[in-house]
Nanobody, 123 residues
Framework: QVQLVESGGGLVQAGGSLRLSCAAS????????MGWFRQAPGKEREFVAV????????YYADSVKGRFTISRDNAKNTVYLQMNSLKPEDTAVYFC????????????????WGQGTQVTVSS
């Protein structure tokens, strides 16, 4: 398995932007599809975005499509989530996750998880 560490969360006003990063350990990062999930208080963890091993394929939840962009730099063992036009309902703990399964959308498809980073969007 790969070890994952998220960073970049924080407090931002509605309409603002944040970029999350997820650094992975190990030499096999390029063999994993990477995903971002989020979990708000009292709610289940939900899919946000996923990117293929090469970065050529990406998929998004409808709630973030057009506002969030997932990308990866395999040379730096890092996956990113650029979040623009943030809304209060985007407030959640954001997790990155890794999988060798494709396609992958559900939490059960991923077997390595980071500890999460808090994103809070004020109105």
């Amino acid at each position: 398995q790969v070890q994952l560490v998220e960073s970049g969360g924080g407090l931002v006003q509605a309409g603002g932007s944040l970029r999350l990063s997820c650094a992975a350990s190990g030499r096999t990062f390029g063999s994993y599809a990477m995903g971002w999930f989020r979990q708000a208080p009292g709610k289940e963890r939900e899919f946000v975005a996923v990117i293929s091993t090469s970065g050529r394929l990406t998929y998004y939840a409808d709630s973030v499509k057009g506002r969030f962009t997932i990308s990866r730099d395999n040379a730096k063992n890092t996956v990113y989530l650029q979040m623009n036009s943030l809304k209060p309902e985007d407030t959640a703990v954001y997790f990155c996750a890794a999988t060798r399964t494709w396609p992958a959308r559900g939490t059960a498809d991923f077997n390595s998880w980071g500890q999460g980073t808090q994103v809070t969007v004020s109105s």
